[in-house]
């Protein structure tokens, strides 16, 4: 009976641990991943410039909660928002091509910077 025991416990450490691999960080019970937005174009900008900038693709699964993380990750300035051609619910499988960057500072992007960074955490749907 104990040899049983034993064989469950590790079973859910070992599905525990297949879990966790799949995503970044853990707040209480919320587990989240971070996707990083990179420049698929050169753009240059003026500060105070707010432009559409395309990214590298991202998939964005099903009852994911998108959050951009306001920490500034390049020099001329921030995204504000991220979007696709035609905006999908939260429950179908969704993508993000393009931003809205806005620049503090007088600069260029080029195609490969990193310009910003989102979070993804999983939600619940609780009515249908």
């Given amino acids: 009976m104990a040899n049983i025991v034993h064989g469950v416990s590790q079973i859910r450490a070992e599905v525990h641990e297949r879990l966790?691999?799949?995503f970044d960080f853990k707040i209480g019970g919320v587990m989240g991943k971070l996707l990083y937005l990179i420049a698929a174009e050169d753009k240059k900008f003026k500060s105070g410039d707010s432009k559409p900038l395309k990214i590298k693709e991202i998939k964005i699964s099903p009852n994911n909660l998108i959050s951009l993380c306001p920490y500034e990750r390049n020099i001329v300035g921030a995204v504000i928002a991220i979007g696709e051609?035609?905006?999908m619910?939260?429950?179908n499988e969704r993508s993000a091509d393009h931003c809205l960057f806005v620049a503090g500072i007088d600069g260029e992007i080029k195609k490969g910077d990193l310009v910003g960074v989102?979070?993804?955490m999983p939600v619940e749907p609780i009515s249908g």
């Fill in 20 to 22: 966790l691999k799949e």
């Fill in 85 to 87: 051609e035609i905006a």
């Fill in 89 to 91: 619910p939260i429950e």
């Fill in 118 to 120: 989102v979070t993804l």
